[in-house]
Every structure is written in structure tokens, then in C-alpha cells.
């Protein structure tokens, strides 16, 4: 009967600490998210009288990760991406799980496309331009305040 015991004693407590590195490291994996998130830098921009603030990707693992596996947009907050060199720039939105809107922005400001992006899809949007930046906003932002392309993006220098 003692081995018995001494049997399930050792399975209970198995079991626990089990249980207690799951949740350990689940925590940790969300607070590393959190943190990464919010490591970027972020910036004021402005289109005509309306206010941005834009976190910044600017380097290949923060543009590649983008907005992924976020689950919403703060009010009037989005994510500026930022390249070395314009080129024609193309956006999917695999693992992005929020409607996105995209405006293509030239290294004056000037927006040249915008287009709307559906949650976990793989279709390519693509600038009409060679761009420098890229700003993806909740999906809709853009046009609700009449932002088409040829309006200007103050603040992404």
C-alpha cells in the first residue's frame, strides 16, 4: 500500500510542476511579444489635420513581421515601414489577423496608391511607384477622412 502511495504522491506532483512550466512558459512567450512590440519606435505623423502615430519597421525582421498576429489597432495608430531605397513595394497579409489599409507613400510624402487588405490572404498589393515608405492603417481610415492618393504624409522623415 506505501508504494502505492509513494506512486501517486510522485504522479501528483509530476503533474504539478508540469502544469507550472506550461503556464511559466506560456506567460513568458506573451510577454516576450509584448515586449517586442513595443520596442519599436514610434512617430507623429500627420495627413492634413488628422494625427498618426505610426510605429516604425524599418529593418528586414520588423517589416517582415509587421503587424502579424496583432488582434487590434489602437485608435489613429498604425505602422510606418521604412525602406533603404524606393522600389516598387509589395504587401501580403499572411498571419495578420486585423483589415488593413495601405497607403503607398514617395520619399516627399506624397501618397501614390492606397489599397485594402483582407485578414490572412496571401494576394499581393502592390505600389504603382517606386516608394520608399509604406504606412497600414485600420482597414478604412484612409477613406473615412477623404486621404487619396496624391495627399501628402507629414513626419516620415
Known sequence: MSQLLLFIKQRTLLAALFAFVSVYSVTSALSIRSALAQTLPVKTLTAGMH?????????????????????????????????????VQCFWMRNTLIPLSIAFILDDGTITNIADMAPMTENSHCSTAAVRYTLEMEQGWFAKRGITAGKKITGIR
Open 51 to 87: 494625427v498618426i502615430q505610426a510605429e516604425v519597421a524599418s529593418t528586414d525582421a520588423t517589416r517582415s513581421k509587421g503587424l502579424m498576429y496583432r488582434k487590434e489597432l489602437a485608435p489613429n495608430s498604425g505602422m510606418l515601414f521604412v525602406f533603404e531605397q524606393p522600389n
